[in-house]
């Protein structure tokens, strides 16, 4: 009878059987140092779109105390004043019918916003009665600033007083 000897591969077919695939430390540590060094880049850039959108945020929030105190002016016949809160009281502004507190709104430790020093009194059409400025302005970096403009007739925007 003839012996059959059982086929075996080439030795470069071992080889490569028994190589294992992955990375090796060296490597690793390289990715990881250059995703550090990327991230390290990038986290000015964040800081200032962080301090831009709590700029945004403050300045929508003014924005809508105003159309509420608008609303609020019309449906009272008057009477109704945007006002700065007093350091004590903890807000940003205020809405105010005679004694009456309508809404504060939250005090932001990074804004610092900007209303006239007697608040604006609004009629019973809902007007101010004169062009007013509002600023929200980021306490930390002033080039993150917003302003718009209550115009004589009721509209709110960024067209400049005139």
Request: negative net charge; contains cysteine.
């Amino acid at each position: 009878m003839q012996k059959i000897w059982p086929i075996s591969p080439s030795l470069p077919e071992v080889r490569a059987a028994h190589v294992q695939g992955g990375f090796t430390l060296i490597e690793v540590m390289v990715a990881i140092a250059i995703i550090a060094i990327l991230a390290a880049m990038a986290a000015p850039s964040f800081q200032r779109q962080i301090e831009r959108y709590q700029v945004r945020v403050v300045s929508e929030d003014l924005r809508a105390s105003v159309g509420l105190a608008r609303s609020e002016a019309l449906r009272r016949g008057g009477g109704v004043a945007l006002r700065a809160c007093d350091a004590d009281e903890g807000c940003a502004w205020k809405i105010v019918a005679g004694t009456d507190s309508i809404q504060q709104s939250a005090a932001s430790p990074a804004v610092k916003v900007d209303l006239p020093d007697d608040g604006v009194q609004f009629d019973g059409w809902g007007l101010a009665g004169g062009c007013v400025d509002f600023t929200a302005t980021s306490v930390r970096n002033s080039a993150a600033t917003r302003t718009f403009h209550l115009q004589p007739a009721g509209a709110i925007g960024e067209a400049a007083c005139s």
